[in-house]
């Protein structure tokens, strides 16, 4: 089992920063490829960005590709979103995700993720 827990979110102006968190234990953080998604209100989940176990792989979602970038610090079992240039379109709840020895190419899919946490409100304002 993995147990995920997020923090970092909450209320910016458009244009502000935020970082999020993601904490995780119960196995070997080394082995799990990382994700984060999102979904506002009345609408899907959607991917956010990953980076994978081994190599740290990163790719991102067109929507947040050069304001966001994804890391992790494997020593600290974490993984951090540092979200720039926020816009109102970002407004959501963010998940973290874990996917044991996953692949860049399925790290997209939610559904191939083993574990969630529960979630981070994020909210931009204009």
């Known amino acids: 089992q993995v147990q995920l827990v997020e923090s970092g979110g909450g209320l910016v102006q458009a244009g502000g920063s935020l970082r999020l968190s993601c904490t995780a234990s119960g196995r070997t953080f080394s082995s799990l490829t990382m994700g984060w998604f999102r979904q506002a209100p009345g609408k899907e989940r959607e991917f956010v960005a990953t980076?994978?176990?081994?190599?740290?792989?990163?790719y991102y979602a067109d929507s947040v590709k050069g304001r966001f970038t994804i890391s992790r610090d494997n020593a600290k079992n974490t993984v951090y979103l540092q979200m720039n240039s926020l816009k109102p379109e970002d407004t959501a709840v963010y998940y973290c995700a874990a996917d044991i020895k996953g692949t860049l190419r399925s790290a997209v899919y939610g559904d191939v993720y083993e574990y969630w946490g529960l979630g981070t409100q994020v909210t931009v304002s204009s």
């Open positions: 980076v994978t176990w081994r190599v740290s792989n990163t």
